[in-house]
């Protein structure tokens, strides 16, 4: 359970950090393509990253072979990645600059980090 948690928490604030960067000087064309109604392939990003990690850490940790248990543990680090991809991004969105995101972002891993529900008994 430490290894997952550990995982999965160090790929999400890995993620969330190398996303604010590129999300600040995006903004504009962010809402020219919000706009347009086009949308980026960055959740496909995304879901790589969920499959090769999924593949990697799910041999590792030495979990039962089946494939429900597979795509169930697919299904939370995909869905853990997205939110808190977009949570930077909506970080990103209401915070004047980049400094004061990442420490605003900083402030919600912490707590996430904190009542996640592994640290506390």
């Given at each position: 359970?430490?290894?997952m948690y550990a995982t999965v928490l160090f790929l999400d604030t890995q993620n969330s950090s190398s996303v604010q960067p590129v999300?600040?000087?995006?903004r504009t064309i962010f809402y020219r393509e919000r706009a347009a109604g086009i949308?980026?392939?960055k959740s496909l990003y995304v879901i790589m990253q969920a499959v090769l990690c999924d593949a990697i850490?799910?041999?590792?940790?030495?979990?039962e072979w089946t494939v429900r248990k597979f795509f169930w543990y697919l299904f939370i680090l995909f869905f853990t990645l997205l939110h808190?991809?977009?949570h930077d991004m909506m970080t990103i969105a209401v915070t004047?600059?980049?400094?004061v995101a990442q420490i605003v972002g900083?402030?919600?891993y912490g707590i996430w980090n904190?009542?996640?529900g592994f640290i506390v008994p």
């Open positions: 359970m430490g290894c999300v600040v000087v995006g949308f980026s392939l850490m799910y041999a590792m940790i030495g979990f808190f991809t977009s004047p600059n980049a400094s900083s402030f919600f904190l009542f996640s």
